[in-house]
């Protein structure tokens, strides 16, 4: 596993068996596609996440306590809540646990599931988020689609999305899913981190 998601990796035993931690469970959601972009740039996947309240991106989900209901139980019901739209997390999505280095409090332990899906079930999240999910407009300003190509020059695409500001361990979590699950080769992935670092330091974003 990659860099920051390597470190504090705990098993889903280790993790639920930890004393006074607080438990957060979020999921990606994602397809395969034929689209392309201006009819020549394939899209390849579609990757959900979601604009939180507070201007960050992140991934669907949010608190659980093990004490009340499963983690996968849990998630479950904060997916209906944020998407509007009924899913059923097993076990067999999770993905990894870990403390969440970038918590006031080490005491949080961020669990990851993912799910692949059809895109017809992804079109269907995607309208209901934006319809019926009850913390649409309040805890959840809106569902967003991954760009994992990159454009000429890396002035856009996946780089310009990494350069956004990520909740949490959320932006990792990211990154160690597009290559485990071969959305992405790991030489994308480092061109568009490569691309993503020097848009930071640019002012303005490297805007023109």
């Not at 889903?12 to 930890?18: I, P, S």
């Not at 306590?65 to 998630?75: H, M, T």
């Not at 332990?109 to 692949?116: L, Q, S, V």
Request: hydrophobic share 35%; with cysteine.
């Amino acid at each position: 596993m990659r860099g920051s998601m390597a470190s504090g990796q705990l098993s889903r035993e280790e993790a639920l068996a930890c004393v006074g931690c607080r438990h957060a469970c979020h999921i990606l959601l994602y397809a395969d596609t034929e689209a392309q972009l201006f009819e020549e740039i394939p899209i390849r996947h579609i990757v959900l996440m979601q604009m939180r309240f507070d201007g960050l991106l992140g991934f669907p989900g949010g608190l659980v306590d093990p004490s009340e209901e499963s983690l996968e139980e849990g998630l479950s019901r904060e997916l209906w809540e944020e998407l509007g739209f009924s899913l059923s997390v097993t076990l067999e999505d999770h993905v990894s646990s870990c403390h969440n280095p970038s918590s006031s409090s080490s005491h949080l332990i961020t669990h990851f599931y993912a799910r692949r899906m059809e895109e017809k079930e992804i079109r269907e999240v995607e309208k209901a988020a934006a319809s019926t999910a009850t913390d649409h407009g309040h805890e959840v300003m809106g569902m967003v689609r991954v760009p994992l190509y990159t454009l000429k020059g890396g002035e856009g695409g996946l780089p310009s999305f990494l350069s956004h500001s990520f909740i949490g361990n959320s932006r990792s979590q990211l990154e160690d899913a597009l290559v485990r699950f071969g959305l992405v080769t790991p030489e994308e992935l480092q061109t568009a981190l490569t691309h993503a670092e020097q848009r930071r330091k640019q002012p303005w974003g490297g805007a023109a």
